[in-house]
T-cell receptor, first 115, second 112 residues
Framework: DTAVSQTPKYLVTQMGNDKSIKCEQN?????MYWYKQDSKKFLKIMFS???????INETVPNRFSPKSPDKAHLNLHINSLELGDSAVYFC??????????????FGQGTRLTVV | AQSVTQPDIHITVSEGASLELRCNYS??????LFWYVQSPGQGLQLLLK??????LVQGIKGFEAEFKRSQSSFNLRKPSVHWSDAAEYFC??????????FGAGTTVTVRA
């Protein structure tokens, strides 16, 4: 009964390919996020969805497209993969933070390696 | 600009010794504060959080953190470290919005 689950855990692919990472949460949260952790372990937010609506879209290349079919799912599709996209991608979820005191729960991460 | 700073990149501590990890934040108002731990090859696990009230917060795995408004700090402590505490520790902060900002992380190595 994993709270936030991501698939796959590891993904190795060639440059130029298109790939997707899936995320599901069973916590009843209405807000989901994608974070990128680079090789120096720095974590940076990429996207946030609240009730299927895009709330945060940081300066991420438009090759990255999040899709939220419902509140419990937030998938990340990446087109034309580049070497620099290699990183660990974390999905997270929380109750709406606009109400204040709430914490984010993170998935186990997807290690993407582009060769 | 809002930011979270963890001054120590790497700390080595002996098993059984005490541990303190520093975290400073720069926000217009006091943000919500968090400490997360990332064990090797694992995801992020919440250790503890500060929203309001008592400035000394207890968390899981024997960790505690103290919020000091005057120093804009939220330092994490553990009285006696176990080998399993070797991990990456992240301080994070958030205002009343969606952006959870992380510090650069502190790597903790535990020597026998």
């Amino acid at each position: 009964d994993t709270a936030v689950s991501q698939t796959p855990k590891y993904l190795v692919t060639q440059m130029g390919n298109d790939k997707s990472i899936k995320c599901e949460q069973n916590l009843g949260h209405d807000t989901m996020y994608w974070y990128k952790q680079d090789s120096k372990k720095f974590l940076k937010i990429m996207f946030s969805y609240n009730n299927k609506e895009l709330i945060i879209n940081e300066t991420v290349p438009n090759r990255f497209s999040p899709k939220s079919p419902d509140k419990a799912h937030l998938n990340l599709h990446i087109n034309s993969l580049e070497l620099g996209d290699s990183a660990v991608y974390f999905c997270a979820s929380s109750h709406t933070p606009l109400r204040g005191a709430t914490e984010a729960f993170f998935g186990q991460g997807t290690r993407l390696t582009v060769v | 600009a809002q930011s979270v700073t963890q001054p120590d990149i790497h700390i080595t501590v002996s098993e059984g010794a005490s541990l303190e990890l520093r975290c400073n934040y720069s926000y217009g108002a006091t943000p919500y504060l968090f400490w997360y731990v990332q064990s090797p090859g694992q995801g992020l696990q919440l250790l503890l959080k500060y929203f309001s009230g008592d400035t000394l917060v207890q968390g899981i795995k024997g960790f505690e953190a103290e919020f000091k408004r005057s120093q804009s700090s939220f330092n994490l402590r553990k009285p006696s470290v176990h080998w399993s505490d070797a991990a990456e520790y992240f301080c994070a902060a958030r205002s009343n919005d969606y952006k959870l900002s992380f510090g650069a992380g502190t790597t903790v190595t535990v020597r026998a």
